[in-house]
């Protein structure tokens, strides 16, 4: 039940986080907050196969970008009347948009994974890596949707019955798929596939031994993964109008497993502590002094050197709890 | 035909510089089972040193020592302090904290040197060009980088193959237990390795000054291209690195001098020149995944 | 009778080694059958092979008359093999209620399910406590498994192979680190457990072997020098010489 009210408690701070920047004067708290839901929303997919399935993927941006990309590149086509590749139209609506960005990030990660998943130790890290690389100079190179730059999105996909040209009105849906998100995941984490993945990374071998083809399992979990990441980079081009290379950068990915390591790795709320960590850390530090990067570095050294467990670690420690 | 002599020199130059931090790298892999990110920090360590010296006195040759100390003392001070707790972890923990170790040594150069790109001098002796054969003049600085790469992968065989310290670099790469068993110092062995890595780091990144500009964010630049290298040429193997980053050296050259070129014959020129950019820079991750898909575990792996 | 598990003409090199040499092996349903033989003789590659981890250079493997050699370990399993390990592997963090439910879990299906609760499905429950009930580790359902002991870990590995109804159970040294008293209590384990199953026990302990096995096999080098009862192995010159050693005779 504490986990129950611990949402609960999470999720009030996050409804009413509008009124209370409104009322502090301070809009930008209220873009803070719906960066944290986002990143909170990918952190944890990539919880899902590096805290339980045990897959060290440093390339969970790529799936990220690729949500963005499938919102910027509908609404580019949309804005130019020209339909993707002479069959394909724009598109601005949200029931058509968050579809297409699960399906493209899904069968990116179909590719991906299947490939990846035949290594394994450093050698999958650095696949990983290497793939979510190549999309990152993929976008570069494509003029039509600005390279380097990214592509602009006029206004937010539509949802019936939203306005969602007010920003309240935005982060107030992404509210609410991130609530569902979070529900389905505690469901998903809770299933008999996430009993098996949880299993998978304590042993496979053992695994293998009961009869579960490991592989094929890791790539299951590493495709929900990558839609995962796709939604929340979908909500994201929503959000900022804006999808550019820069959030499938190596760096981004880094920046994902911070998240992770910083909550707790493998724990269900560990990814939105770790978003909310970092991004109010970045949002204070980077305020205070340019050289910001110095304190998170030496704090993320802190962290991994320090203790294990993270921030859901040391609140359960301080709660006198086991784990 | 001159054009394709001069990117294959420029290639080589670019794999011996992706060699010497290769070696280090996938020693320190191979033998500790540590992943490094810092390792492009220590690279551009040894570049900043090197050259702020070089710049006040005016000497490329006094840089070069301040260069190799500085990169080879930072080396053993992140042994001692941080790597040195990870060798019992997890992959995931050490990359969390070499990738933390980057974002320090980052914002410390930039708090040291400014954000501005600084420029090595060239040594005197080196400047100017020199004619290889009738028509074709060439940069002897840059041939002077590929025989100082040429040189250090000659002494890391010799030092590899005929001491010691390199018959329990060899043992260790494939059997770290069996080194501990034979009752070595491994500590020792594993300080000394990473000393040496970070040394190697230290002189590519100070080669690398009078060519590329001297800037924070240099080292993650050619970090990636060398985790390319080592994973290809099999972790723990410098045979693998020697051969691995010479190859990746001249096809990525290549790729970049040639392939807008190639597209322009069938497309507009800007168009072309964007997609053979793209492409090249995507090539080496492309050439990686095609090799780990047949080998797994790379192609010169110790063990394997 | 045709044999439950036959290998024909096994062959498995590494290198310059070869570790198993032409083995054809017939394992008769329902019976105990032995696999001795020095250390270094082959047993374990063996073994996996037979489970699928490792893949023969050459020869076929047959359960039951059909022709498993492609098939992979985990499908294996659902075919009916399966085994424990010769150094225990588990799963270190969970509980030994959790080890066995999710070795139930593996054997019943739905592993693929994302929507619904684990927890609720009592069919893996109650197979559960049966298993821990018949293997006596009910009492410590709870313990972490890391925190159990070298024979309650080797009782547990016997029960996860057991959740998956085997025809044929392969054991690769159950006995291997147990103490005199908890060795004589595996044996009447696998007393028990002949009953629902074919066992092909691979194993050093030669009190233990004599005990069980209705025929035994002897490994020398990969090769398969000679098979047999207990009292035609005993008595065996070439069993002697290379393996028991002149002096002592076993038991």
Redesign the interface.
Known sequence: MPRLLAALVILALFAAMPEVASAMGQSSLMTLAARILIYAMAAASLNFI?GYGGM?S?GHAAFFGIGSYTVGILAHHLASGEPLFGIIPGSGDMAVTLPAALLVSGIAAAIIGA?SL??????F???T???A??LF??F????TYG?EDGTIISSANSVPGLNMRRKATVYYFILGVATVYFLILW??V???????L??IR??E??????????YR?KL?AFI?AGMGAGLAGALLANFLRFASPDIMH??KS?EL??MV?LGG?GSFFGPILGAAALLVLEFHLAGWSE?W??A???I??LV??GGRGGINGLLARLAGGRR | MILVLEQILNGLQYGVMLFLLAAGLTLI?GIMGV?NLAHGSLYMIGAFAGTWVAAHTGSFWLGLPVALTAAAVAGLLIEML?VR??YER????Q???T??????F???I??LFGRQPIFTPLPELFSGSVQLFEGFPYPPYRLLIIATGLLVALGLWLLINRTRIGMLVRAGSTNRDMVRALGVDIRMLYTIVFGLGALLAGLAGYMAGPILAVQVGMG?QIL?AT??VV?IGG?GSIRGAFVAGLALGVVDTAMRAFLPGFFRTFMEP??AD??G???A??GI??L??IV??IR???LFAPGA | MSPLLETECLYKRFGGLVATDNVSLAVMSGEVHALIGPNGAGKSTLINQI?G?LHPDAGRIRLDGRDITGE????R??LGI??T?QIT??????SVR?NV???V???LG??????????A?GEIWRETSRLLESGGLDDRAQARCADLSHGEKKQLELL??M??HPRLMLLDEPMAGLGHGESRDMVDRLGEIRKETTILLVEHDMEAVFALADRISVLVYGRIIITGTPDEVRGHPDVREAYLGAEDAPC
């Open positions: 590096l060290i440093f490939l035949r290594t394994g130790g450093v050698q890290i650095m696949i890596l290497a793939f690389q190549m100079f993929f570069v190179a494509l003029p390279g469901r998903l809770h299933s008999s596939f996430g009993e098996v949880k299993g304590q042993n071998r053992r695994m293998t031994a009961m009869g579960i083809p490991v399992y299951f929900l190596w760096t880094g497993m911070i390591i790795v050289h990067q110095l998170l570095g030496a993320l050294l991994v050197l | 892999f992943i941080v707790r990870l997890d992959h995931l923990d990359v969390l904290a990738f933390a170790l980057i974002l320090l980052n914002e410390l930039v708090l993650e990636l985790f390319v994973v972790v800007a168009a964007n997609l950019a793209g492409i820079s995507m991750y492309l990686m995944a780990l898909l797994p575990k790379g | 489970c981890e992979s370990a985990a499908r399993v659902h399966a085994r390990f592997s588990l799963l270190e963090d969970a959790d439910a999710l070795a879990q593996a054997c739905g592993n693929l399910r994302i929507w619904d609760r684990r927890a499905r996860m192979a959740a998956a």
